[in-house]
């Protein structure tokens, strides 16, 4: 079992600019969220992705999309990238299991970088 | 709203020393509480969790926890460090809605281990 991967690993863009981030999750796996790390900081959560719908988003505008497919892979997309989105892009995934609790198992994250 | 409060952004240990890296939450239901370790350059990886039960909590390399809900309070010890314990630390809540859980995460606590 190859885990979470995400794609790519390091990333350079410049402001203005738009990025697509990728996510497959873990064997078994329904459930996709993303996360955002800025340096130093604690992940703060982007949105969540079920069933191909967004199921809940934390506070990020509208520059911040995502999509799954019907493979459960996830995509994260950054519009109009500002300097303040350099940060370390974490997606994690479970098994939804009704209203219990589902561990959510990280991969090694995305480096993204705006100059 | 919930969140998370790690009272130490650094803590440097001798190697074979004990160690405490504290938590303390808010929140006005009940939680499920965490505490995840980020090696350098790697994703996060579940060291344990508080569902229900037992207050006293045991998780994987020696680490263990103790939920106090009148302190609102997680804080996470382990008796002997060693050298390869050095990494980052978050402590982290969720709250299940509607099948969808999201993770609140505290700042971090760097954990150092000198020799």
């Known amino acids: 079992d190859a885990g979470v991967t995400q794609s790519p690993t390091h990333l350079i863009k410049t402001r203005g600019q738009q990025v697509t981030l990728r996510c497959s999750p873990k064997s078994g796996h329904d459930t996709v969220s993303w996360y955002q790390q800025a340096l130093g900081q604690g992940p703060q959560f982007i949105f969540q992705?079920?069933?191909?719908?967004?199921?809940q988003r934390g506070n990020f505008p509208d520059r911040f999309s995502g999509h799954q497919f019907p493979n459960y892979s996830s995509e994260l997309n950054v519009n109009a990238l500002l300097l303040g989105d350099s940060a370390l892009y974490l997606c994690?995934?479970?098994?939804?299991?009704?209203?219990?609790?589902?561990?959510?198992?990280f991969g090694p994250g995305t480096r993204l970088t705006v100059l | 709203a919930q969140s998370v409060t790690q009272l130490d952004s650094q803590v440097p240990v001798f190697e074979e020393a004990p160690v405490e890296l504290r938590c303390n939450y808010s929140s006005s239901v009940s939680v499920y509480l965490f505490w995840y370790v980020q090696y350098p350059n790697q994703g996060l990886q579940l060291l344990l969790k508080?569902?229900?039960?037992?207050?006293l909590v045991k998780g994987i390399n020696g680490f263990e926890a103790e939920f106090n809900k009148s302190q609102t309070s997680f804080h996470l010890r382990k008796p002997s460090v060693h050298i390869s314990d050095t990494a980052e630390y978050f402590c982290a809540v969720t709250r299940i809605i509607q099948g969808a859980q999201k993770l609140v995460f505290g700042q971090g606590t760097r954990l150092t281990i000198n020799p």
């Open positions: 992705y079920y069933e191909e719908e967004e199921r």
């Open positions: 508080y569902l229900s039960g037992s207050t």
């Open positions: 994690a995934s479970s098994h939804l299991t009704g209203g219990l609790y589902n561990e959510q198992f």
